[in-house]
């Protein structure tokens, strides 16, 4: 009895194979090439048979251009390791600090993996975010031990000088590979059970080129007609002509809706079809038709492009009413998975408005994002108010989404529309009336951002009104928004810092109550950074000690990273190096375990900000330097302090021109709020860069706006900070009643300039134990005397010092050298 040929099967050359097989050497493969040439197809069957041999497979398809769904597939890669929990945890890693640190977990986890893990990620060509490719490329140069990862994409993933970087680690299998050869076609025949002579293999050949699925459609085509299609035709009407053409109606009506989704399972085409006849229905297209494939996943399916294309454009046939429906009943499923980016997707074009906005509230707004921005106001546009005017709650979402879009006109119109409908919506209980209106005000109390009093109109008036706690602030987000400083944020006007301190002591606890603790600490840390500000280093531990205790309690990170800062700058004029360092190093450590891969960024503008005042430029975070300050995840509110780091950055390197190129972007940058602390910190930054460059004149003018800022306050240290370069320029200020201030600041300067030139002295190469050991030696301490000082054996002081000499290459007897040690540093 003859076999009826069937052409569902997987067929790959030798020249595959055999590049297929390389893959585990290494730790990177790009399989590139147009589509239909079966790249999917090829990779699914290796690693199926790799899983088989013991190999770790995973697998994420991309569909469509959404960073933030890319970065929730992949770490779902991860699922099952020691590293997942970590990894879902963290946002986007957009910065580099932010991909070091995933690279790290990375590692960490696999350094010592025994057993091969891979990592398929198809149909890349759909996303365009830059650091999605950033990410993927600095995983590929990590080369991690039995980590192996591959990208399909139509289109080229790596440039070519990222290839270049990625040298031995990246294996490339291209169209030219993929493709069928005529030798190839004809073994693909023969295991197909189709036997064709040589000159019709020639024709396939010709008319094809190899590209695997035009192969198929035409031997589709041959054996239900006897004869090839023309060349003329295009893929999509060989598709229509050869594969859905002759389906029965019902079949061809369940492909129609399930070529709406990306992937989809059984029970999904049961949904939709409303009929559990979709099971078996499935399983004769599948079977049928090389289009539609089952994947590794249990009872998942997915259509390959070409086809789903196809099937959309008979869905747009379908009537208008039809298609809402089924779209309806696509997001319903989605809702019921907990899947809400995809639900809100299918609600939103199926004009269910009901349905889209109880997906909204069940989701509390967290799927949305800047790329729903326009998306937000075609709904609130296009939503009967009837409707709108029901749901509450969304509406506020909607709000705080449109605050953080920037949509301001269009957020108070939401919010007038929203207070009408809650006043005349007769289901609403008096409680539930007065949880929406407080939530109302706390979202409103936004738009008074920096402003503490009238921020806290609001909060007040939220708390009359509610009888739980607001869901629209608070939780995990940071109240810092990534500031390393308190004052900085809320410092508005000259004369009013000690006002600034007492509005924190008055308003904070009401907000404290409002959010459960969220943003603990701030009002100590403010009374601490002021009396820190003003030179008096006595008064700051009291304040510092009780807002590390209330942050610690709420797990406040960004509070506890900024009391650490004002610790590192009373360190700076301590001259104690050490200390800096072990703060840093302790933060960095209490970052990354809490997974606040954001406040890492911070970490790093208290590192460039403290090391150029030290004048220490090789130690200044690379982005930093360089000046790609918009590269790195800093949110809105905190950019105007990063870029007052900067202008220090800059005074460092000797760069005065750029800082003063700069002013009209800095000072547009911090008068949005306003950030006066930003501001008085420029104009003594610009003094600097004046004078520096021999422009007297500008540098008064400069230095007496800043202390039309500063002086009221008595707010010294950014004076003393900035010394080194203006310090002359202070006996030109002749007004007799500044003179106290500028002896205050004076001294402190004088105290800043011993920390800043033993740090000067000491030589790159030495650690800082090392380097304590150089000057207690210098001092003509005795090695017993040393040992007692530092905690150390004098044996170990014996080893530190040989060891300074051998760096510092002295020579001769211990006597010697250490008499040249002393005359190098005392």
């Not at 969304?394 to 006043?423: C, G, H, N, W």
């Not at 004076?719 to 009643?737: D, G, H, K, M, T």
Request: charged share 25%.
């Amino acid at each position: 009895m003859k076999t009826r040929p069937h052409l569902n099967i997987t067929y790959l050359s030798e020249r595959l194979q055999e590049a297929l097989c390389d893959i585990f050497q290494y730790s990177v493969t790009t399989v590139t090439a147009p589509m239909g040439y079966g790249k999917t197809t090829a990779v699914s069957a290796f690693l199926k048979q790799a899983e088989n041999d013991g190999v770790s497979v995973r697998r994420q398809s991309i569909y469509g251009d959404s960073s933030a769904s890319f970065w929730k597939g992949f770490c779902r890669l991860f699922s099952g390791t020691a590293v997942y929990k970590e990894l879902a945890a963290l946002p986007f890693p957009t910065d580099e600090n932010s991909r070091a640190f995933f690279l790290e977990l990375l590692e960490q986890a696999f350094e010592k993996n025994d057993r091969p893990f891979c990592c398929f990620i198809d149909d890349l060509h759909l996303l365009t975010d830059p650091s999605v490719f950033a990410l993927l490329f600095a995983l590929g140069r990590l080369a991690l031990p039995e980590f192996h990862l591959i990208l399909a994409s139509r289109n080229p993933i790596f440039s070519p000088s990222e290839k270049l970087r990625l040298g031995k680690n990246l294996l490339e299998i291209d169209a030219v590979t993929l493709s069928l050869q005529p030798g190839e076609l004809k073994n693909y025949c023969s295991l197909c059970g189709l036997k064709l002579d040589a000159a019709s293999l020639s024709s396939l050949h010709q008319l094809t080129e190899g590209w695997f699925s035009c192969v198929y459609l035409n031997l589709t085509a041959y054996l239900a007609e006897g004869h090839f299609i023309e060349d003329s035709a295009s893929i999509y009407d060989m598709i229509f002509h050869i594969l859905l053409d002759p389906l029965p109606s019902d079949y061809r009506k369940l492909l129609t809706f399930l070529g709406l989704a990306d992937e989809f399972t059984g029970s999904q085409a049961v949904y939709l079809w409303k009929n559990d006849s979709a099971r078996e229905m499935l399983k004769n297209l599948t079977e049928n038709n090389a289009f539609i494939s089952r994947l590794p996943e249990p009872d998942t399916f997915r259509c390959h492009h070409m086809l789903k294309s196809c099937t959309r454009k008979m869905f747009d046939e379908l009537p208008t009413e039809e298609q809402n429906r089924c779209k309806a009943r696509m997001g319903t499923w989605y809702q019921s998975q907990g899947r809400y980016e995809e639900a809100i997707h299918w609600l939103s074009l199926s004009d269910n408005y009901e349905a889209l906005l109880n997906a909204v509230e069940e989701n509390r707004g967290y799927a949305l994002n800047i790329q729903h921005q326009e998306e937000v106001l075609r709904w609130l546009d296009e939503c009967p108010k009837a409707t709108l005017a029901r749901h509450s709650y969304a509406l506020l979402i909607f709000m705080r989404r449109l605050y953080t879009f920037r949509r301001i006109p269009e957020m108070l119109r939401l919010k007038d529309f929203f207070l009408q409908s809650v006043s005349e919506n007769p289901e609403l209980s008096e409680t539930e009336r007065g949880n929406l209106l407080g939530e109302c005000e706390v979202i409103l109390s936004f738009l008074s951002y920096n402003d503490i009093q009238g921020m806290s109109l609001h909060h007040r008036k939220a708390l009359t009104l509610m009888t739980e706690k607001t869901t629209s602030v608070g939780g995990s987000g940071s109240w810092t928004f990534g500031s390393p400083s308190v004052l900085a944020m809320y410092y508005r006007t000259p004369g009013s810092l000690d006002r600034v301190v007492a509005d924190m002591k008055e308003c904070m606890p009401c907000y404290y109550r409002l959010t459960g603790g969220h943003g603990s600490g701030a009002e100590d840390l403010t009374e601490a950074e002021s009396l820190f500000l003003q030179g008096n280093f006595a008064a700051v531990p009291l304040p510092l000690k009780r807002a590390e205790l209330a942050a610690l309690d709420k797990k406040q990170w960004g509070m506890l990273l900024c009391k650490d800062f004002l610790e590192m700058r009373l360190a700076l004029f301590a001259g104690d190096r050490e200390r800096i360092q072990e703060l840093m190093d302790e933060q960095k450590k209490t970052l990354k375990r809490e997974l606040q891969s954001m406040f890492l960024n911070t970490l790093d503008v208290c590192s460039a900000f403290l090391y150029a005042i030290l004048g220490c430029k090789n130690e200044i975070p690379e982005w930093i330097a360089s000046g790609r300050l918009d590269s790195a995840l800093v949110l809105h509110p905190a950019m105007p302090i990063l870029f007052m780091a900067y202008g220090e950055v800059l005074l460092a390197k000797g760069d005065y021109s750029r800082l003063i190129a700069m002013e009209a972007d800095l000072r547009r940058r911090f008068s949005i709020y306003p950030n006066l602390l930003c501001t008085l910190y420029l104009e003594i930054q610009l003094s600097g860069a004046f004078y520096q460059l021999g422009d007297n004149e500008k540098a008064l003018s400069h230095l007496q706006a800043a202390f039309t800022i500063g002086e009221e306050d008595r707010i010294a240290i950014p004076f003393a900070e900035n010394a080194a370069w203006i310090r002359p320029l202070f006996s030109q200020l002749l007004s007799p009643a500044s003179q106290p201030f500028i002896e205050e600041i004076l001294r402190l300067a004088d105290l800043l300039d011993e920390a800043r030139s033993d740090e000067l002295r000491r030589p790159a190469c030495l650690t800082d134990n090392e380097w304590k050991a150089v000057k207690l030696a210098a001092s003509r301490l005795s090695n017993r005397e040393i040992a007692l000082e530092m905690g150390f054996s004098e044996g170990t002081v014996k080893q530190y010092l040989n060891r300074i000499y051998g760096k510092l290459h002295l020579e001769g007897d211990a006597r010697n050298k250490r008499r040249r040690l002393e005359e190098l540093f005392k």
